[in-house]
């Protein structure tokens, strides 16, 4: 790429603007304007056509509305969110509407424009944890069937499998967490979910399905 990499920052803290600004304006990258809501984002990346889009995910008029109409009009720029916000559905929404890129707010200032320079390459711009949350996702795509009574049965995801089969072998909670790098809060989630799917009073319940299925045998994943 020739030239600088033009870059429109959206977010409607000045300072973090100016944060952002005086990490990419030391090297090869040219901020072409700033906004601090989706509208002015939008207005902004329609003139300049930038390379790279950076915007927050709570800023005024909404920044996954912003990212939906840059990346349908503008397929050629780059959008990578800089938010403090971890939430999984932000997350999953931000690449939904066509983000490339999800980046919190304490990343390191020198990283930042090593980031932007991967995406542009073709590379994903994730935090170690939320790359674990997407991997999570999409092996929750992945399902066990268990038998739970006549022949009904009820549809377990991957995780929820591997977090029942690890209590079944005696782990706690904290133990579970540490063995698949989940949070213990994601923990007792997946587990409240197969009490529920297993139509069991409690975890120890839903062990005892799994050690004695009321068919005999455990369904094949599929």
């Given at each position: 790429?020739?030239?600088?990499?033009?870059?429109?920052?959206?977010?409607?803290?000045?300072?973090?603007?100016?944060?952002?600004?005086?990490?990419?304006?030391?090297?090869?990258?040219?901020?072409?304007?700033?906004?601090?809501?989706?509208?002015?984002?939008?207005?902004?990346?329609?003139?300049?056509?930038?390379?790279?889009?950076?915007?927050?995910?709570?800023?005024?008029?909404?920044?996954?509305?912003?990212?939906?109409?840059?990346?349908?009009?503008?397929?050629?720029?780059?959008?990578?969110?800089?938010?403090?916000?971890?939430?999984?559905?932000?997350?999953?929404?931000a690449l939904r509407a066509g983000a490339r890129g999800y980046l919190l707010k304490d990343v390191d200032p020198l990283r930042l424009p090593l980031a932007l320079e991967g995406v542009l390459a073709g590379e994903a711009a994730l935090p170690r944890v939320l790359t674990a949350r997407l991997v999570d996702r999409f092996r929750e795509r992945e399902v066990r069937r268990v038998p739970i009574e006549g022949s009904r049965t009820a549809t377990l995801s991957a995780r929820e499998w591997e977090v029942l089969e690890l209590l079944r072998q005696g782990l706690g909670t904290r133990q579970v967490a540490e063995r698949l790098f989940l949070t213990e809060a994601t923990v007792r989630s997946h587990v409240a979910s197969v009490v529920r799917k297993l139509k069991v009073p409690d975890r120890a319940a839903a062990v005892r399905l799994l050690e004695e299925p009321p068919n005999g045998r455990l369904a094949a994943r599929g």
């Open positions: 790429m020739s030239g600088p990499i033009t870059v429109v920052v959206a977010d409607d803290h000045v300072p973090a603007r100016a944060g952002v600004r005086a990490a990419l304006e030391t090297g090869r990258f040219a901020v072409v304007a700033e906004a601090h809501d989706a509208a002015g984002a939008v207005a902004a990346a329609l003139e300049h056509e930038p390379d790279v889009c950076l915007i927050d995910v709570h800023m005024p008029g909404g920044g996954i509305a912003a990212v939906a109409q840059i990346a349908a009009r503008l397929p050629g720029t780059a959008i990578v969110m800089l938010t403090v916000s971890e939430d999984d559905e932000d997350f999953f929404d």
